[in-house]
T-cell receptor, first 112, second 114 residues
């Protein structure tokens, strides 16, 4: 069966520090991969999605970036965190574009 | 682009009472519709989906939703809620004629009181 792993679960980082959040999917190949950010009362904001290795689409211009170095690995990064980057980050995948999304358990990021 | 409106940010209800969580979407020729549930500090789980066919969709945990094309709605219902149904519920819509990427509503917090 397919599983999605996302880590770390929680992270506290100072302003200006770098960020790396990792997401991996097991039990499938060539999944679509997504990064969402969730802020309280604001729903889910799509940050990046990828339909294949090295193919990244950005939905929101900001100081975050994403990479897909391997088929089932999706990484969210920042060179210098801002206070406004605090939030709950969710990775998700689906086997094809019209399928429901499967979510990881999220990373709670607090920038201090 | 599609948009989704969840009119109620919070819905309090007593245990064993019925509940309806409302979802409206912007008009399109065709849509795929989803309801997800999120328990505290967890990711989202799929409750049910509508892709085509019967407008009444049954999901997990006793939930169901009805697709109403004329009213562009996809309300979620449960005839009798439990304390364990306390969670955040998200409606999502995607456009099969477009990018397929779902757009999510802002969520409705269902609070079940004993």
């Amino acid at each position: 069966s397919q599983t999605i792993h996302q880590w770390p679960a929680t992270l506290v980082q100072p302003v200006g520090s770098p960020l790396s959040l990792e997401c991996t999917v097991e039990g499938t190949s060539n999944p679509n991969l997504y990064w969402y950010r969730q802020a309280a009362g604001r729903g889910l904001q799509l940050l990046f999605y990828s339909v294949g290795i090295g193919q990244i689409s950005s939905e929101v211009p900001q100081n975050l970036s994403a990479s897909r170095p391997q088929d089932r690995q999706f990484i969210l990064s920042s060179k210098k965190l801002l206070l406004s980057d605090s939030g709950f980050y969710l990775c998700a995948w689906n086997p094809q574009s019209d399928s429901p999304l499967h979510f990881g358990n999220g990373t709670r990021l607090t920038v201090t | 682009a599609q948009s989704v409106t969840q009119l109620d940010s919070q819905v309090p209800v007593f245990e064993e009472a019925p509940v309806e969580l409302r979802c409206n979407y912007s008009s399109s020729v065709s849509v795929y519709l989803f309801w997800y549930v999120q328990y505290p500090n967890q990711g989202l789980q799929l409750l049910l989906k509508y892709l085509s066919g019967s407008t009444l969709v049954k999901g997990i945990n006793g939930f169901e939703a009805e697709f109403n094309k004329s009213q562009t709605s996809f309300h979620l219902r449960k005839p009798s809620v439990h304390i364990s149904d306390t969670a955040e519920y998200f409606c999502a819509v995607s456009d099969p004629g477009g990018s397929y990427i779902p757009t999510f509503g802002r969520g409705t917090s269902l609070i079940v009181h004993p």
